[in-house]
């Protein structure tokens, strides 16, 4: 069964630009994470999607924002980009409505802001 | 607010050494437990998951944890380390309510000496 992928692996951006990050789940899975990781602050949840709706969401601004289509693949897009968003951004995929919610990540974006 | 607190940032031994790797979490109600690992440039891999039916729980790569309530810790072991266990190791555990969002530790990044 292929894992989870993302696209691009890599991105660099300039400054007040914007930029999407797509994610492919595991076959069957509907649901959808997506987390942020920083050397300083570590892995940070952004936000879930489950069946096309947003369910969960983390503390970020509304610079960062989501979807997820019919087929469960999902993109994350963050507008006017700054200095701080550079960092791995991680999505991971679960059936989402059984125990124990256990979830498989992707290799990752590794997006960096000039 | 539930929290992970993984003990040291840094954990060195020595190959075929005893490897333990501290996990204490906060929460209210039973929680779903996961270990993960990352080696460098590379997403997450589910190492083993904590899903109450046993306390001492077996995972991949010779890794295996033990829950304890009492203690509310969920510490991650392996009786020999080897120099492929070199990487980032994550506790984490399912946010209540908000079973796509993984509440994660700092990371303890490990060390093997020849």
């Known amino acids: 069964k292929a894992g989870v992928t993302q696209t691009p692996r890599y991105l660099i951006k300039t400054r007040g630009q914007q930029v999407t990050l797509s994610c492919s789940p595991i076959s069957g899975h509907r649901s959808v994470s997506w987390y942020q990781q920083t050397p300083g602050q570590g892995l940070q949840f952004l936000f879930e999607y489950f069946s096309e709706t947003q369910r969960n969401k983390g503390n970020f601004p509304g610079r960062f924002s989501g979807r997820q289509f019919s087929n469960s693949r999902s993109e994350m897009n963050v507008s006017t980009l700054e200095l701080g968003d550079s960092a791995l951004y991680l999505c991971?995929?679960?059936?989402?409505?059984?125990?124990?919610?256990?979830?498989?990540f992707g290799p990752g974006t590794r997006l960096t802001v000039t | 607010a539930q929290s992970v607190t993984q003990l040291g940032s840094h954990v060195s031994v020595s190959e075929g050494a005893l490897v333990l790797l501290r996990c204490n979490y906060s929460s209210s109600v039973p929680p779903y437990l996961f270990w993960y690992v990352q080696y460098p440039n590379q997403g997450l891999q589910l190492l083993l998951k904590y899903t109450s039916a046993a306390t001492l729980v077996k995972g991949i790569n010779g890794f295996e944890a033990e829950f304890k309530k009492s203690e509310t810790s969920f510490h991650l072991t392996k009786p020999s380390a080897h120099m492929s266990d070199a990487a980032e190791y994550f506790c984490a555990v399912v946010a209540t309510g908000s079973q796509g969002n993984l509440i994660f530790g700092k990371g303890t990044k490990l060390s093997v000496k020849p």
């Open positions: 991971a995929s679960s059936w989402g409505d059984r125990d124990p919610y256990e979830q498989y």
